[in-house]
């Protein structure tokens, strides 16, 4: 049961490295709130004890929340807040409602054209001075297996079918609104979709239910496709991605996301030739993004409208 509080809060800390900037947002457009912030390292339990609201992606790095009533993530996922434990039930817990779609379908479309094109391929033989005569094919008419339809996995469809592609979706309902997909099926189906895929593209959130949903016996089940995850690492089993990209599982993969981050320097997935990764930022959270968002679920609480649309699920995890 979410808590409905009895006033609202005034307090507001914002965990962030652009916090100034935040902070500044929200000062313009409302005056009478009182906001400190600090990256996330640097909150202290003086700043938790004195706000009511926490505004952030991340958790601070105190044993308790002190006396914040209300968090508000400011990222397209939940799951910091969520484990390895999960915050009190008796702190409101809200989501941004920014749309991280169109800037996670360019990072998806961008290393599918990557692979496609062989530009690491080419970049490499740049480098050596040498004219590698080849045939590059064309993205269109290859096959993509969006693995989330949401708001991201919609933006993910729409953008590659755009140059051509056929995409089909996966979803925990196997229903989605999107006209983008060529079908929609329930993720019980993935055993017997990935090894039709020449991209199979993840904006899972991490939940109890997607937890390593691509284990090593799905990746096993894939035939050269390319794997690109910007969800959450946990929704693949790490520890199998080398063998699937040496076994011919996977052709490549573009990893956004990872079990541990940042990725240790010691992962075998930063020297893999067929591996592209860059450092969870394929959605960045926008200064306005989180303002609105933030001033929204304010508006609502303020307003008595609770639970707010963007209240999370504490069941489902989003």
Not at 16 to 27: K, S, V, Y
Request: a neutral charge; glycine letters at 10%; charged letters at 20%.
């Amino acid at each position: 049961m979410t808590l409905a509080l009895p006033f609202a809060p005034r307090r507001v800390v914002i965990g962030a490295n652009a916090h100034a900037e935040l902070a500044a947002w929200l000062r313009a457009r409302r005056p009478e709130l009182e906001v400190r912030g600090a990256p996330v390292p640097s909150i202290s339990a003086d700043d938790l004890a004195w706000g009511e609201v926490y505004v952030g992606f991340r958790r601070p790095q105190t044993p308790t929340l002190g006396n914040i009533r209300w968090v508000h993530c400011t990222g397209a996922g939940v799951d910091a807040w969520m484990a390895p434990v999960e915050i009190s039930r008796e702190v409101l817990l809200t989501r941004t409602p920014e749309s991280f779609g169109p800037a996670i379908a360019e990072w998806a479309l961008s290393r599918a054209l990557c692979f496609r094109l062989e530009v690491m391929s080419l970049a490499q033989a740049q480098a050596a001075r040498e004219w590698k005569a080849r045939e590059i094919p064309m993205l269109a008419g290859t096959k993509v297996l969006a693995v989330g339809t949401g708001d991201v996995g919609s933006a993910v469809a729409r953008a590659f079918r755009g140059l051509g592609c056929e995409v089909t979706g996966v979803s925990r309902t196997g229903r989605t609104n999107e006209p983008a997909f060529r079908a929609v099926y329930p993720v019980a189906a993935l055993p017997h979709l990935v090894g039709e895929a020449d991209w199979i593209v993840l904006t899972l959130p991490s939940t109890p239910a997607t937890y390593h949903l691509f284990s090593r016996d799905i990746l096993s089940r894939c035939r050269g496709a390319v794997l690109l995850n910007a969800g959450r690492g946990a929704v693949v089993e790490e520890s199998a991605l080398p063998e699937a990209l040496d076994a011919g599982w996977l052709s490549g993969a573009a990893l956004d996301v990872f079990e541990v981050e940042p990725l240790p320097t010691t992962s075998p997935l930063w020297n893999h030739p067929r591996v592209m990764i860059s450092p969870h930022a394929s959605g960045p959270t926008t200064t306005d993004g989180a303002g609105l968002g933030f001033l929204e679920c304010l508006g609502d609480l303020e307003a008595g409208r609770l639970p707010s649309r963007w209240v999370v699920d504490r069941e489902r995890g989003y």
